[in-house]
């Protein structure tokens, strides 16, 4: 599969801010802050969970109304389109480090 995306590594956060708001992505608020575009979609979407029932997994989860298995083949089907999609969306890619002070 051929990529049609651009790749943008390690972009500063003026760049960042400056493509969102050329992709309509966002824009600046009065105070100079980035305000981001959601969509219709906000916040977290516990009922989009799903789990993938195979073998691995057919015995070691509670099945229920929270762990709800989702069909291998289906898996598949969606893993497809994941990547057909990303392969067709420009790349922000970030190096980044994250830890705790100790103190």
Do not use: C
Request: hydrophobic share 40%; proline share 3%.
């Amino acid at each position: 599969m051929t990529s049609s995306a651009t790749r943008f590594v390690d972009l500063t956060a003026a760049e960042l801010v400056e493509h969102a708001i050329r992709r309509g992505e966002g824009t600046l608020a009065a105070n100079g802050a980035f305000v981001a575009n959601t969509g219709r979609r906000t916040g977290r979407s516990p009922q989009d969970r799903f789990i993938v029932q195979e073998s691995s997994t057919e015995n070691e989860i509670q099945w229920g109304n929270v762990n709800r298995p989702f069909d291998a083949d289906k898996f598949d089907a969606l893993w497809a389109r994941v990547e057909a999609h990303v392969q067709s969306n420009d790349h922000f890619i970030s190096h980044l480090e994250v830890g705790a002070d100790p103190e």
